[in-house]
Every structure is written in C-alpha cells, then in structure tokens.
C-alpha cells in the first residue's frame, strides 16, 4: 500500500478526544508609542481571534482531515466558549460531549504587536485557568459519556495538558474499558506520562521523554535507552518520540526507526505541531493502517502545520500535496 493510499484510508475512521479544553486568544495591535505610566509599548488594538487549543485543538486537528470526532471535556459557559464553539461545530466536531460547569475557562491570551513595517512579535501571554474545582461527579459525567460512545469509536486520543481532568481515577476507569474493547488508545500527555500505562501509544516530546526517562536525552544511544525505558514502563505496544527537526523515532519490542523532517522549511511557529502528530496517530489507529505509514503522515502534516502563525490546524489537501511534492 502506497502512504497515499493510506492516507486515504485515514479519512475512515471514527475518533473520540477527551482531554484538557483550552481556549487560545491572540489580541493583534499596532505599536503606537511609549507610555508615560511606564516604559512599555502601547497597542492600539487591530483585531482579536479565538483559536482551540489543548484537547480542543486535537479534535479540530481531526476534523480539519476527516470531520469525524467527538470532543469530551469541561468548559465553563460563558462568551468564550461560545467563540470556541462556534469554530469547532464548523469544522465538524461533536461538541455533545463537552460538560458545560462554571463561568470560565483555560484561557491563554497572547498579545501579538506588529504593523506594516514591523514582524508581528509575541510580546505577553496571560493564562487563565477554569475557575472551578473539577469534582468528581463531573468526571463521572465525562466517564458516563465516554463509555457510551465508545461502541460508535475507532480509536481514542487522551489530551493531558495538567489541568486537572484526567486523574489517576479516571485514567484508569478510561483505560480498563477502552483495553477490554480492543479500541487503540493514543496519549498527548505534558505532565503525567507514567499515569497513562497500557495505552497503544504514547507520542511524548524529546522534552518529555527526558523529563520521564530522568535525564537530559543528549545521543542517539541516549533516545534508544530512553524510548525502551518509557515503552517498558508504560506497558504500551509503540511509543512515538517527536524531536524537532530530528524528525520521529517510532519504538516498539522489536526496535526502533526514526522517519526525517519531511519536506524541510524555515519553521514559522511551532505551536500545536504536537497536537496535529497525535490527531494523524489516532486517525491512522482508528483506520488501522501501518503505524509507520501512520508516523510518517503525521509527520508530513506537522510539516505543513508548522509554516503557519499560531495554533493551526491542516487539511487533507496539504497532506497530500506535501506527499506528492517530497516524490
């Protein structure tokens, strides 16, 4: 099978993302002068745009390819989660799943200033976090709701960003049923690696590897005692390690293999690359298709998400151009 047969098959399957919800806001203003409250710049404000993150922009990620996922996590209800709404019912996300609790919401604001003779430059990002507790009676709720859809899924993408929603307790819960139904497990997690054992996959960073494995990943051999520590200790069947321009190292009993940058550009912003890798992983578990065909797809589309500003997703038409371009 061709990579763009297999891609073609990707567009199948059915997925689920349950995760940490986040809402990216970027504030765009022109520098117009210097306070004289204080030596700092004043904008003058151009626009505002709301963009998903986190477990949000992983389930946008999907859909922007194949417009079949379900999105479970908690939101407070308020304007900015309508903003967020909006855009992710577009795309084609089911949002049903979403527990509305609250009145805020995991909020990161960047302040981006720039003109016409100017780059626009990140000069401030301000974090708000879910205003409250995340009981467990509301993950209860999100456990209720996943184990009903979980007959109607393919596969399932765990989005841990360390805000709270995924516990121990219901990590568990979460992975016991999805193992005793054969569905594959795929796990995006920024804080809590160690927690999520058994999962087919988990695609940490070089950076989160290292944090995991205890020690700076400096060598090749290096990332080969590492990718073996972590795929033991989690118990998983692969684990993927995203380097950068070092490409991917795909490890599993047998071995490892590294896929390459594809398609090598000036690199414009990498935020959200991660999140692009783990949607494409659990698309090409959920179509079942080679997981190397499915790394080094991932890997194309990261390639493309990349040269765009801010969190980004891509389409399945830049996946395959990108593809027929590297021939």
């Not at 919401?105 to 200033?113: D, E």
């Not at 049923?177 to 809590?192: C, L, N």
């Not at 200790?233 to 380097?243: A, D, E, G, M, V």
């Not at 390459?260 to 692009?276: H, M, Q, S």
Request: hydrophobic residues 40%; aromatic residues 6%; proline residues 3%.
């Amino acid at each position: 099978m061709s990579l763009l047969e297999s891609f073609e098959c990707l567009l199948k399957g059915k997925t689920m993302v349950i995760g940490d919800l986040i809402i990216d806001e970027f504030l765009f203003g022109n520098p117009s002068r210097i306070s004289r409250e204080a030596p700092v710049l004043i904008l003058e404000e151009k626009n505002r745009e709301f963009r998903p993150g986190g477990a949000a922009n992983a389930a946008y990620n999907i859909a922007s390819i194949s417009s079949k996922t379900k999105l479970l996590a908690i939101s407070g209800n308020s304007k900015n989660w309508d903003n967020l709404s909006g855009l992710l019912v577009n795309e084609g996300v089911d949002i049903s799943g979403v527990l509305l609790e609250g009145t805020n919401n995991n909020l990161k604001t960047r302040v981006i200033a720039g003109s016409n003779q100017v780059v626009d430059q990140q000069i401030v990002r301000i974090d708000r976090k879910y205003d409250s507790e995340i009981k467990e009676e509301f993950r209860d709720q999100i456990f209720d709701r996943f184990s009903t859809s979980l007959p109607e899924v393919d596969s399932i993408l765990l989005s841990d960003y360390g805000y709270g929603l995924l516990n121990q307790s219901l990590i568990e819960r979460i992975m016991e049923k999805a193992v005793a139904a054969k569905t594959p497990v795929i796990v995006d997690s920024r804080t809590q690696l160690g927690k999520f054992r058994r999962a087919t996959i988990a695609t940490p960073n070089i950076e989160e590897a290292s944090q995991f494995w205890g020690s700076a990943i400096r060598s090749e051999n290096d990332l080969k005692k590492a990718g073996n520590y972590i795929l033991n200790k989690l118990n998983s069947r692969y684990l993927l390690i995203t380097r950068g321009a070092e490409g991917m190292t795909l490890f599993d009993q047998s071995g490892c293999e590294t896929v390459p940058v594809a398609n090598k550009v000036e690199v414009f912003d990498v935020t959200g690359a991660g999140d692009t890798v783990s949607a494409v992983i659990t698309l090409a578990l959920a179509a079942d298709i080679p997981i190397i065909d499915g790394v080094k797809l991932a890997n194309y589309a990261a390639g493309e998400v990349v040269k765009k500003p801010g969190v980004a997703s891509v389409s399945p038409e830049e996946i395959k151009e990108a593809i027929s371009h590297e021939k």
